[in-house]
């Protein structure tokens, strides 16, 4: 729209909000809407998945049975079932996680909010995984968070590059051991074995975000740095991926002297989440739904991940790289370096394909020449056309 | 809960969250939590108002028609149907608010919250009424305001007072015109016209909190000051006092220029507020039900305030001052200066009976002998049983 009918407001913006860009990828998102174009760029799960009968019935069951509960205030941590249910599903093996632990939360992102809220001041150092996932950076660059990238290889981060140099100040390490956003790289068994080693002792949490741990292809799950350090990690879990993003449902499980301050946090923030949401939440996954629902989910990704993956292989030119992840929504690409992915994205829009610039997820000394791919999306025979447009696209800048 | 048995977390918090404490009044609620307690301190609507069956019926509509949006990632800026509704709302008698002005939040605290992230650096001036809403001095103090009380009177905040040597360097004005928490009071016509064109010009905007508006007992509710500036006030609404709050869902109208930046604020906090519950609220809403709901939330506050006067008028000894309300959820009062209220509410517990005492509202300077009264969560015969109580104890002590 035009705005030079509007009213000049000169107001003074915080500090914070002078530095406020908005995510390259919401941007994408708006062009992606129009339904011809094959949109490798959002990381939407996708709505088959969504088991809308069953919420139907729970929100019915909920709205019955309970209205004056479900529609009042209630507690900032949460509804006290939903949070039971959390802390058991994660005490097993002789684990053993407390309620007094969880908090509910306004979707994973208001989980990073509310860390960045309560951990980091002006300039403080932050630990993050190169690249890392672009929706931290938005939530910590608020607290105009200070980045340090640790070094990453295919296994994920590198424990071993947590020198005392390295980390000196830092006031959280973020990282997505399950097939990170933007990588799909899994971290490894001994690498999450020395990061919770590492936990114990650092003066700073490790901060485990962990979106996409259930949806991994094989079903055969890593454990989790929060099962080998129940005291001393701070975890980060998610409904959106394995029921439906558009409750904005996540939790921390965080020790309880760092839980009470998110608590009162999130208390001047948003009061608590939506008691509705959690109490249909709750009627949907208390009698073990979701050991139907991710198997389900997991094979749809795992299919259109091997898609992607041979639609990859059949079209791309030599010089482009990719992995193959074991799980989760993402390939992460690599062209030759001089192709800038930006630059790149703008010509794939004209042939009607999106895709997400790798650029944006590194904090630091961004490599321009990589792209992230969703699979999740789109359906096979469209994920090879796309792929095929974009191939082309790049064998003309070779 | 006993925490000896934990490890010692000792790591280093923000500046914010080591001046972060618990809301006054959230401690006290959980005491009311006892069904035997009388309280007046919880500012709850009252279960009886909320919509339950139009609620779910809607929802089932909602989860039936459009399951697949419902569930999924929606747009920062909210739901384009309400926004586009709330914006016709406020659309009439020649005033035209735009949809590009209207974001939704995640209840009216966010609003609380996107507003200082988005203008209060650390140490930037913050104008409140004296005294004020409690949940605002939350919201702007995770940002580190320093609060200046602007002097108010029982026709609420004294426009005249805005001394250019008052508002120096201020980064917003905030005011809640109708039945102000926690003093009832109402903004006069003249002031609300003062303070509009006050807004025109000044360097920071002025901020009109607006849940109880429409709880307006005559039903001749006063323009908002949105209304007499739509391009300088920054209004926000909430549908927690006419529907129900447990729904989290309010909205921001605020100038274009601010509008982006509170979106890409929000973008970093929770993405978007859920979508299910802004599609829930639009169905309810969308054909006139408030103007069938409202009329009867009125009628029963109404007759609720008139029963909490009369057992004041009935119960309370002299020396104790009040005001009578015009609307909205609250009594403000005033008891002989040498009564604190933090230490007559110990012995009011212990009677169950409770309220909040008026000193955290307070920014500075805090009036120790006023208390808040709510009269919307108890039924008429339980107010004067509370009431009579609470008189008993400040004879006591007079």
């Known amino acids: ?82 949070r039971e249910w959390i802390a058991a599903r994660y005490s097993k093996d002789g684990v053993q996680i407390r309620t007094s632990q969880v908090l509910i939360t306004t979707g994973s992102q208001q989980a990073l909010d509310l860390l960045g809220k309560v951990l980091i001041d002006a300039g ?15 939530a910590f660059s608020v607290y ?69 741990g259930a949806l991994d292809y094989a079903g055969t799950p890593l454990p989790t740095m929060l099962s080998m350090a129940p005291d001393h990690i701070v975890h980060c879990g998610s409904f959106s991926k394995v029921l439906a993003p558009g409750l904005r449902l996540g939790y921390i499980i965080a020790p309880e002297e760092l839980h009470f301050k998110l608590v009162q946090a999130k208390q001047a923030t948003d009061l608590h989440t939506p008691s509705l949401t959690q109490r249909i939440v709750y009627e949907v996954v208390k009698d073990g739904f979701l050991d139907e629902q991710i198997p389900k989910i997991r094979e749809l990704y795992r299919d259109q991940c091997e898609a992607m993956l041979s639609s990859l292989e059949r079209h791309m030119p030599e010089g482009v790289t990719w992995n193959r992840p074991e799980g989760g929504m993402f390939v992460w690409a690599s062209l030759p370096k001089h192709i800038d ?42 994920i090879d056309e796309g792929v095929a447009r974009l191939a082309a696209l790049i064998r003309e800048r070779l």
Chains 1, 2 share one sequence.
């Open 1 to 82: 729209m035009d705005h030079s009918d509007l009213p000049h407001k000169d107001w003074q913006l915080s500090e914070r909000a002078r530095k406020l860009t908005s995510s390259a990828i919401r941007e994408i998102l708006k062009v992606t809407e129009r339904p011809e174009v094959i949109s490798f760029a959002g990381g939407l799960p996708s709505p088959a998945t969504f088991p809308a009968e069953r919420m139907r019935e729970a929100a019915d069951r909920v709205l019955r049975d309970a209205p004056g509960a479900a529609l009042q205030y209630s507690a900032t941590e949460g509804y006290l079932p939903l």
């Open 124 to 138: 403080s150092p932050v630990l993050v995984e190169t690249p890392t996932y672009l929706g931290a950076l938005q």
């Open 144 to 212: 105009e968070a200070s980045y340090v990238q640790v070094p990453t290889d295919d296994n994920g981060l590198i424990p071993e590059a947590l020198s005392p140099a390295l980390t000196q100040g830092a006031r959280l390490l973020y990282a997505q051991p399950n097939f990170q956003n933007p990588t799909g790289r899994r971290l490894s068994l001994e690498r999450r074995r020395a990061l919770a080693e590492f936990a114990r002792t650092s003066p700073f949490p490790v901060v485990e975000d962990d979106p996409y």
């Open 341 to 382: 992915t930006m630059k790149l994205l703008e010509a794939s829009i004209e042939q009607n394909v999106a895709f997400v610039p790798g650029g944006p997820f590194f904090a630091d000394e961004a490599e321009a020449h990589t792209l992230r791919l969703s699979f999740v999306t789109v359906p096979p025979a469209r």
